[in-house]
């Protein structure tokens, strides 16, 4: 289905910072999954500010829980992606009710089927017709509202458990092993209320646990190989790297090594964010953390064997490639060096020069959200490691996060404290 599922957070049963029940919106909301479109649309629905599923980068309509002049509703974004062209969505409506919210979500599907054009998102939209133009059919007639019949979530809980807890479990690269998948299972039939949630970080979190239990727990998972995430770093975050076709470097090994570097360092701060991509399409959100590392290769037009067949033009989604002459040219401003012209050329005639991994630095999720800047790339895993430690020694040191420092001496101030590290060192 072109419409993804609805991407939500726990109810405000379960997470006692939820404003509102965010299931409540996103059962009625996920009517639109079986609405044919011509191109993809994300959904998501957060309980607070803090945005946990990151619903503002990562879904067009991102509906964020308020409470304003005491009374709650929904802030509304539109636009948010990541990938090679990345767009943080851009607020559109304050506060809005459930009914209203239905029909703002019936605007955004009403001016895609009738303005969009083919493989436009939201973000494409905004860039084209301009923001105040979206921004006034989107809210048009929202007093309408609407009642869509909710899609009902089988694991949403019926009575009041704020005085317990979730219980979020390490899992770096998002994976777990058969056996640890079993053993999570009956941790949560025994402690929690039988059904597991993985977040967007890509781990496994246990709800409606009792304090009162966490050591029985933490024994448990210590038979196979698990512990809760309760120190060092939060998850380290992969996308599916050597096991996708699309991949340009091995996001797993370098996380796991930057796992044992977080070790040595004796780093314990559960906000500091690190994850790895193979592509520059960041499945793994690295526009969003501290430090970001997507795998990106360097391509090169051999003109002797190019013959202009354009088959290259359409795989490109930065529009980085134009034949002049009869041969392909590449905009080397706007090339992300995904890597995808390489594989479609028939004729080898755009070659690899150069591979590694691209470091942002600087992104943050949440109500602040932010994208990490480019710092550098095509770096091997050993100089993405050595960046890794000298970031990492100037946020235990500083005691804030790398986007504070950014902004406090600009990225190339930045790159030269790194520099001078690296060089005490």
């Known amino acids: 289905p072109t419409v993804r599922n609805v991407n939500v957070f726990y109810d405000n049963r379960i997470c006692p910072e939820a404003v509102t029940n965010p299931l409540s919106l996103a059962q009625k909301l996920d009517n639109y999954f079986y609405v044919p479109m011509p191109h993809k649309v994300k959904i998501g629905v957060a309980g607070c500010k803090r945005d946990c599923i990151i619903s503002r980068a990562l879904t067009d309509l991102a509906f964020i829980a308020v409470k304003k002049d005491g009374r709650k509703g929904y802030d509304v974004f539109v636009g948010g992606r990541l990938g090679l062209n990345p767009f943080l969505g851009v607020r559109m409506a304050e506060c809005l009710s459930e009914a209203e919210s239905q029909r703002f979500v019936q605007n955004y599907f009403d001016l895609l089927k009738n303005e969009g054009k083919k493989e436009e998102r939201g973000a494409d939209l905004i860039n084209r017709l301009g923001l105040e133009v979206v921004k006034g059919r989107l809210n048009q007639n929202l007093q309408e509202g609407s009642n869509l019949r909710p899609i009902e979530c089988t694991t949403k809980v019926s009575e009041n458990e704020s005085w317990k807890m979730i219980l979020r ?88 090594k930057i796992e044992q570097l977080v070790q040595g360092l004796g780093l314990n701060n559960l906000d500091i964010k690190i994850s790895a991509c193979g592509c520059p399409n960041s499945c793994a959100i690295a526009h969003l953390n501290d430090i970001g590392f997507y795998g990106v290769v360097k391509p090169e037009i051999v003109t002797t064997s190019c013959t202009g067949c354009e088959l290259c033009i359409p795989v490109c989604k930065r529009k980085a490639i134009k034949i002049r002459e009869g041969v392909a040219v590449i905009d080397e401003e706007k090339c992300r060096h995904c890597g995808q012209c390489l594989t479609v050329c028939p004729f080898d005639a755009i070659v690899e020069t150069k591979r590694g991994f691209a470091v942002l630095l600087g992104g943050q999720e949440g109500e602040h959200a932010r994208l990490g800047d480019i710092f550098a790339e095509f770096l091997s895993e050993e100089e993405a490691l050595k960046v890794t430690e000298e970031c990492l020694k100037l946020v235990k040191e500083r005691q804030v996060n790398i986007a504070t420092i950014i902004d406090e001496v600009g990225i190339k101030e930045f790159r030269k404290m790194l520099l001078a590290e690296s060089k005490q060192k």
């Not at 770096?172 to 977040?199: M, P």
């Not at 409606?208 to 727990?217: F, M």
């Not at 196979?224 to 996001?251: H, K, W």
């Open 169 to 256: 479990l390490r899992a770096t690269c998002g994976e777990v092993t058969s056996n640890q998948l079993r053993k999570i299972a009956d941790v949560s039939e025994q402690y929690g209320r039988g059904f597991v949630h993985f977040t967007v970080r890509g781990a496994p979190e246990i709800p409606c646990v009792e304090r009162g239990n966490l050591e029985y727990i933490r024994q448990e998972l210590r038979e196979v190989g698990m512990e809760i995430l309760d120190r060092g770093i939060d998850n380290l975050q992969s996308c599916f790297g050597s096991y996708c076709t699309e991949n340009n470097a091995d996001p797993q090994s370098l996380l796991r």
